[in-house]
């Protein structure tokens, strides 16, 4: 993966904390954000009610139901973008078309992805409270692309205790 170069002063960096449900997103870009202090978006609030509604059906998402909500996260970077502002963004970003269309809002945007066992994630899930249910991992799975080369990015493993995934994803940020 590509590292995120130190930007230039008051060039603000955009970091999408991505992966699959149960994956630890949202632990993960929480810890980023009160260690860093930048703007934190959870990217499941900005769902539209039938998207979640959807999901907790247990049927999957389509790309038509991701588009509209992709597109109201990219606004939110954008706008914060030219302000200045950095920003921690949750979000599962699982197609490179996907993170393509996040990029638009922040061209520099540096993905997290989080990322390892399934029969963890499935532990995971299975232990929260969320509109998830575990039976919609293995079609997330079918879904997600692996960062390519030329994105900027990190893998990080998902067994990694909290404060060490946050130790790598700041020193790839460095």
Same mark, same amino acid.
């Given at each position: ?66 588009? @509209?909500? +992709? ?5 939110? $970077?954008? *706008?914060?973008? !030219?302000?200045? #502002? ?47 249910? @575990?039976? +919609? ?5 079918? $879904?997600? *692309?692996?960062? !390519?080369?030329? #994105? ?23």
């Amino acid at each position: 993966m590509t590292p995120l170069l130190a930007p230039a002063p008051g060039v603000p960096v955009h970091v999408v904390v991505m992966g699959v449900s149960g994956c630890g997103k949202s632990t993960i870009a929480r810890a980023l954000h009160e260690r860093l202090g930048w703007e934190f978006a959870e990217g499941d609030e900005y769902h539209p009610a039938s998207n979640v509604e959807k999901m907790a059906a247990g049927r999957p998402l389509m790309d038509q139901d991701r588009w @509209p909500w +992709l597109r109201t996260l990219a606004r939110w $970077t954008q *706008e914060r973008d !030219e302000r200045g #502002e950095s920003t921690i963004l949750s979000c599962s970003s699982l197609k490179r078309s996907y993170r393509d269309l996040l990029r638009e809002g922040a061209p520099g945007t540096y993905f997290v992805h989080m990322h390892g066992d399934k029969g963890l994630l499935l532990e995971r899930m299975e232990t929260r409270e969320h509109f998830m249910p @575990p039976t +919609l991992l293995e079609s997330q799975l079918d $879904t997600l *692309e692996m960062l !390519e080369p030329d #994105e900027r990015g990190v893998v990080v493993d998902i067994a990694h205790p909290v404060e060490r995934a946050v130790r790598v994803v700041l020193a790839h940020l460095e």
